[in-house]
């Protein structure tokens, strides 16, 4: 393993179901979900808040983490004007709300932001977005994911850390909190 970068992104959704992603840069980049790096001493939590609303303008409210995802690359391998390979991340993706119709502030310049219907992604996205989406739009809550940075690579499938019960003894694994009748998780609030 290379050395490991900690960082965060969300599955944002609107009223109407549908994910917010970025596509960063100019020519023809991918489209990933919102987020970034970990600062020092920064809980995922507060990351997740201050990165998406930094890239995206949007304030959010998070519902719950849908899991911790172990980006990789081939090993060794470096990519143009980087000396060495790129390093493993280590992504914690939560579930999220826009809060709002629209962003509390204008985006920078560079991210090109546009919604999407979770069953029909854009081709051109990026493999950790692909997976996160789909265990999202599957109701998955805690699992581990490993995910290779090389599209059409795959990875060992993902792995449910924990399952929620109903009063009732009935499983609700898998689904979002307020799909299991319950509140979102007060301790995502900043």
């Given at each position: 393993?290379?050395?490991?970068?900690?960082?965060?992104?969300?599955?944002?959704?609107?009223?109407?179901?549908?994910?917010?992603?970025?596509?960063?840069?100019?020519?023809?980049?991918?489209?990933?979900?919102?987020?970034?790096?970990?600062?020092?001493?920064?809980?995922?939590?507060?990351?997740?808040?201050?990165?998406?609303?930094?890239?995206?303008?949007w304030?959010?409210?998070?519902?719950?983490?849908?899991?911790?995802?172990?980006?990789?690359?081939p090993?060794?391998?470096?990519?143009?004007?980087?000396?060495?390979?790129?390093?493993?991340?280590?992504?914690?993706?939560?579930?999220?709300?826009?809060?709002?119709?629209?962003?509390?502030?204008?985006?920078?310049?560079?991210?090109?932001?546009?919604?999407?219907?979770?069953?029909?992604?854009?081709?051109a996205?990026?493999?950790?977005?692909?997976?996160?989406?789909?265990?999202?739009?599957?109701?998955?809550?805690?699992?581990?994911?490993?995910?290779?940075?090389?599209?059409?690579?795959?990875?060992?499938?993902?792995?449910?850390?924990?399952?929620?019960?109903?009063p009732?003894?009935?499983?609700?694994?898998g689904?979002?909190p307020?799909?299991?009748?319950?509140?979102?998780?007060p301790?995502?609030?900043?």
């Amino acid at each position: 393993m290379s050395a490991l970068t900690w960082a965060v992104a969300a599955v944002v959704t609107d009223d109407t179901g549908r994910v917010l992603l970025c596509r960063q840069g100019r020519g023809e980049r991918r489209y990933a979900l919102p987020g970034g790096r970990l600062r020092p001493a920064e809980s995922p939590v507060r990351a997740a808040l201050r990165d998406i609303r930094a890239e995206t303008g949007w304030d959010i409210d998070l519902v719950d983490l849908v899991g911790v995802y172990h980006l990789t690359g081939p090993a060794g391998e470096a990519t143009p004007g980087r000396v060495g390979p790129l390093p493993d991340v280590l992504v914690h993706v939560f579930r999220a709300r826009a809060a709002g119709v629209q962003p509390a502030a204008d985006p920078p310049p560079g991210c090109r932001l546009s919604w999407h219907s979770p069953d029909v992604l854009p081709e051109a996205v990026t493999p950790l977005t692909r997976a996160a989406v789909t265990d999202a739009r599957e109701g998955r809550s805690g699992v581990l994911h490993d995910v290779s940075r090389t599209p059409g690579v795959a990875a060992p499938p993902a792995t449910t850390l924990w399952r929620a019960t109903d009063p009732d003894g009935r499983s609700g694994a898998g689904q979002p909190p307020e799909q299991r009748g319950e509140a979102a998780d007060p301790s995502l609030r900043p």
